[in-house]
């Protein structure tokens, strides 16, 4: 068994090394490499892979758009971004448009192999700290689940156009309800939330 995979890089050197690290591990080949992900979009369909190393900062579209491009050409691909971006939203929409590997460039080359293969056979390699990020995310809404499973759903509804910015009266206009009413969920909206104010009750309900 070899595993075919294809490297997305724009920056040479680092792009020359991976490809040698893994043409030179048994078990592992990478014929084809690109620069931009333009490239990568046009070819990538018309060739055998198995793993795409994919980095996020390229010229022209990024490698989050280049993926979410090939998801559905390439169903049999799996995506791994292999890059120095490691913020919470670039973690995160990789995930959402189809990567099932992130991985830092700072790995050490035994581990990436290993994350190769790992992908390989249906698992979802991450660095450690990237993981993290990943828990706290999903301890992160569990709480926010908490928080809004206390209200009732008007009283959702109502905090949700709170966080759009609506006025009282706007959101009595657009929910056919008086001003007092809307007036008095909101007392209830507070109280269920131990807050004081519009922002304290949207950062507790919210907050990420």
């Keep these: 068994m070899v595993i075919k995979v294809g490297i997305v890089e724009d920056e040479k050197q680092i792009r020359d090394s991976l490809q040698i690290l893994i043409n030179g ?7 084809f490499t690109f620069e931009n992900a333009e490239d990568a979009i046009e070819v990538i369909p018309t060739i055998d892979l198995d793993v795409v190393l994919m980095d996020i900062h390229l010229p ?4 989050i758009e ?5 998801r559905s050409k390439v169903e049999q691909v799996k995506f791994v971004m292999c ?4 913020d919470t939203d670039s973690v995160f929409n990789a995930l959402k448009v189809g990567a099932t ?3 830092t460039k ?7 192999l290993d994350a190769i293969v790992d992908v390989y056979h249906g698992g979802s390699p991450m660095s450690s700290h990237i993981a993290r990020k990943v828990v706290s995310y999903f301890h992160r809404d569990i709480k926010e689940n ?3 499973q206390k209200l009732s759903e008007r009283e959702k509804e109502i905090l949700k156009l709170l966080s759009e910015g609506l006025r009282y009266k706007e959101i009595a206009d657009k929910l056919f309800l008086s001003t007092e009413t809307v007036r008095t969920h909101i007392r209830n909206i507070y109280e269920k939330l131990q807050v004081n104010s519009r922002t304290e009750a949207l950062n507790k309900a919210f907050s990420k």
Excluded: I
């Excluded at 591990?25 to 014929?31: A, I, L």
């Excluded at 022209?60 to 490698?63: A, E, F, L, M, R």
């Design 101 to 103: 590997g992130y991985l």
């Design 66 to 70: 280049c993926v979410a491009e090939l």
């Design 146 to 148: 908490e928080e809004l």
């Design 83 to 86: 890059t120095s971006f490691e």
């Design 60 to 63: 022209g579209k990024n490698g």
């Design 25 to 31: 591990s048994e078990g592992f080949c990478c014929e």
């Design 106 to 112: 700072t790995t050490q080359p035994s581990k990436l």
